[in-house]
């Protein structure tokens, strides 16, 4: 008989707390890339989302919020965006009624997972992985950026104004981000481990 | 090196890749042999400006026409190749016939 198969979390630690810093995993969300199709699909996408969402799709690396709170729009290159929400809403299917003809819709939820990295002086932390200028002149609340963390490509989204973070990881490196992320955490590092919870 | 992504803002090399010259255009079915093969195989080596390919591959996935200095790597200008290529599209349509 088939051994039953089980879910396993992307980061087998729960979360790491380092000078009231918090490193954690978030929930698993909904992800659904949309990618404009040519010609008139990008402003019909952009007509639809606004009408159903109440949100202009961000030309620029941003996020926005629907109207209704409950999914976010990522810019993730140009006429590309990713559609986040908390899992059990359909996002799917609710975009597919939506745009499905305008746009290539492809659910990206079992791709990513999400660090969470929280607690005063994460900008320093964020900044010793990640290359570009986390400054608040530059960076600030739903600033996105896709970049590298270390070797490992991120998606990386502030989401608070004292500056909370949300990494989006393949999940198959999302270990090694998490521990990258501790030793930054720790300055000079010993093993995640040691201050797991 | 840095390169201000049209999109992304000003970056580091490590996410982008060098793809080739910017320069060289696909000749007609019917060019010359020697034409293809100037195509496929020959680039010059410029000392001074060059336009040339890169893929923002840790970013957003754009191609990018540069031209950068040979000798110095500053950068003179950053473009879309969508744009570029669009742009000369519209322009071999004006004029007709493809050279």
């Known amino acids: ?197 | 090196m840095r390169l201000t992504c049209p999109s992304c803002g000003s970056r580091g090399l490590e996410e982008f890749t060098y793809r080739g010259d910017a320069s060289v255009r696909r000749p007609a079915a019917d060019a010359s042999e020697q034409a293809w093969v100037d195509y496929v195989y020959l680039r010059d080596n410029p000392c001074g400006r060059h336009q040339e390919l890169w893929y923002h591959g840790a970013g957003c996935r754009s191609w990018l026409v540069v031209t950068r200095d040979t000798r110095t790597h500053e950068i003179f200008d950053v473009r879309n190749a969508r744009d570029v290529a669009l742009t000369e599209r519209q322009t071999d349509a004006g004029q007709g016939e493809i050279a």
């Open chain 1, 1 to 197: 008989m088939a051994d039953q198969l089980f879910p396993v979390p992307p980061v087998k630690y729960g979360s790491l707390r380092v000078g009231g810093m918090t490193l954690e995993q978030s929930p698993f969300a909904e992800t659904v890339s949309l990618g404009a199709f040519l010609g008139a699909g990008r402003d019909e996408l952009v007509n639809r989302i606004h009408e159903m969402f109440g949100v202009i799709l961000p030309e620029h690396p941003r996020a926005v919020h629907a109207a209704d709170g409950r999914c976010t729009f990522l810019w993730n290159g140009p006429g590309q965006w990713l559609a986040i929400a908390v899992e059990g809403l359909g996002l799917l299917s609710r975009l597919r009624e939506v745009c499905g003809d305008v746009c290539a819709l492809t659910s990206q939820s079992d791709s990513r997972a999400i660090l969470k990295l929280s607690g005063p002086n994460v900008r320093e932390v964020a900044s010793r992985l990640v290359p570009i200028d986390l400054h608040p002149r530059v960076f600030g609340k739903d600033h996105v950026a896709s970049t590298l963390a270390g070797h490992i490509p991120v998606i990386i989204w502030q989401t608070e104004d004292a500056p909370t973070y949300l990494f989006l990881v393949f999940r198959s490196l999302a270990a090694s981000l998490f521990h990258d992320f501790s030793v930054a955490l720790n300055g000079l590092s010993y093993s995640e481990t040691d201050s797991c919870v």
